[in-house]
């Protein structure tokens, strides 16, 4: 898959990365982990801790696939509103989602904490703006759902709104406690870490076969190179590339576009520098970043066609940079690196484990959407359980084949 195109910030924020070398000889392990983006090292450092013996393959270089376009803004809520999910999932199996979500962010940050690598994660509360006067009603609803189920926020009319932003919306959601975090850094902490204590790590190194051997239960995957991996269980955290390696019919694609500008001196008109969405589908959203850039990205298009995708790039980038402007006119923005990716949906809302009859003893992480970052958390979680432990409560939520009150078509 042609994940993406254009220029890159994250990686320019660690030009000297810790690097890895291809595997040259056949591993037997308990573990393999074929992708080095951000889910596979969320999936190493979970697991360096157990005993068993983890490797991890990546096809080019640690954090080069969606992890380097990710904007890493850390939030609970997502596309699909918790009141339209209730309709997919019921009321039991939404509040638990919301539950693991917000549990998935205060997990990042004790990671931030226990990591030597530094990536930048900050809480920030979030702007969640109703973008007309239609999306009011609904906006106050999954407010009200939102308070109910233990989240801090308040519901502000356009005054206040007006108050605090050098913009205003008839009404908007202010919550507390979401964060952001630099996704480049974050990758290379974990699996640094996970490197000490023991985990097989190794670039270059592209898987591109694999059998079962039924008699032993275990999985032989094949690399590029030639050599072979001999693993009890195969976590698959190829990103959007998995599904190059099994197809997955609820998986859904489209084509996103996002600028980073340069160092803004003076950012003191954005309120408590919050991450800033709206009710819109598709979307903008806006965040800064620890050295006082900003992000802004949306204007998604619905082409699952590269060439069609790039050939917007430009264009793109200038509707962007005029959003901001329209937002914060009192900053002088300059534009500093903008690209375009292909950005994945799961289409009844949750993000999905794949657990496949011709992939015996395989997990294929599937968090696609808004928030794929905590959703690869609280998906490894589940994983991790469910290896380590035997069980995970919460597999029956996120397995492909999971119950659903109304099916949504495919
Ligand atoms: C423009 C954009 C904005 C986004 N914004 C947000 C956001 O604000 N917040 C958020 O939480 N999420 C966001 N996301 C989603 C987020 O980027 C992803 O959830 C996250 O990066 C996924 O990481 P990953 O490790 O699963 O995938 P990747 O980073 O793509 O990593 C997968 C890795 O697997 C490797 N690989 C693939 N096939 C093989 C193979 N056969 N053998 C070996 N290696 C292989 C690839 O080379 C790649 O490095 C955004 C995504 C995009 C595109």
């Not at 592209?206 to 991996?229: F, K, L, P, S």
Request: net charge negative.
């Amino acid at each position: 898959m042609n994940l993406q195109s254009g220029t890159y910030y994250w990686p320019a924020t660690l030009p000297d990365p810790p690097t890895y070398p291809a595997l040259s000889e056949d591993l037997v392990c308990d573990i393999l982990i074929v992708g080095g983006g951000s889910s596979g090292a969320q999936s190493a450092y979970a697991l360096a801790n157990s005993g068993l013996r983890v490797v991890v393959i990546e096809k080019n270089t640690i954090g080069s696939g969606s992890t380097a376009t990710n904007t890493a803004l850390i939030q609970y809520s997502g596309e699909k509103m918790f009141t339209d999910l209730i309709h997919t999932f019921g009321e039991e199996a939404t509040a638990r989602h919301l539950q693991l979500l917000r549990q998935a962010i205060d997990q990042l940050e004790t990671t931030a904490g226990n990591v030597a690598m530094d990536f930048e994660f900050r809480r920030r509360d979030t702007l969640y703006f109703a973008s007309c006067d239609e999306d009011v009603a609904k906006l106050h609803k999954e407010y009200q759902y939102l308070k109910d189920h233990g989240c801090s926020l308040d519901f502000w009319d356009r005054k206040t709104v007006k108050a605090h932003y050098p913009f205003s919306h008839e009404a908007a959601i202010y919550s507390y406690g979401d964060a952001e975090l630099n996704p480049f850094k974050f990758t290379h902490a974990l699996l640094q870490d996970a490197a000490a204590k023991g985990v097989g790590i190794y670039e270059h190194t592209a898987m591109n076969g694999h059998r079962y051997d039924r008699e032993r239960q275990r999985m032989i995957v094949t690399t590029r190179g030639g050599h072979h991996i001999d693993a009890r269980y195969v976590i698959f955290a190829a990103g959007y590339e998995g599904i190059d390696i099994r197809k997955e019919p609820q998986a859904s694609f489209v084509s996103t576009y996002t600028v980073t500008t340069e160092p803004i001196a003076d950012l003191s008109s954005w309120y408590n520098r919050t991450l800033i969405w709206e009710t819109a589908r598709p979307y903008l959203y806006l965040r800064t970043t620890a050295d006082d850039r900003v992000i802004i990205g949306g204007l998604d298009e619905t082409t699952d066609i590269a060439e069609q995708r790039d050939n917007k790039l430009h264009h793109r980038q200038q509707q962007l940079m005029d959003a901001l402007r329209q937002r914060f006119p009192d900053i002088s923005f300059e534009l500093a690196y903008a690209n375009t990716a292909f950005y994945g949906g799961i289409r009844d809302g949750l993000p999905l484990i794949g657990q496949y009859d011709d992939y015996p003893h395989c997990y294929f992480i599937f968090a696609f959407g808004d928030n794929g970052t905590v959703y690869s958390q609280t998906l490894v979680n589940v994983i991790v359980d469910d290896i380590v432990q035997g069980y995970s409560p919460d597999m029956e939520l996120y397995r492909q084949d999971r119950p659903v009150l109304n099916s949504v078509s495919t």
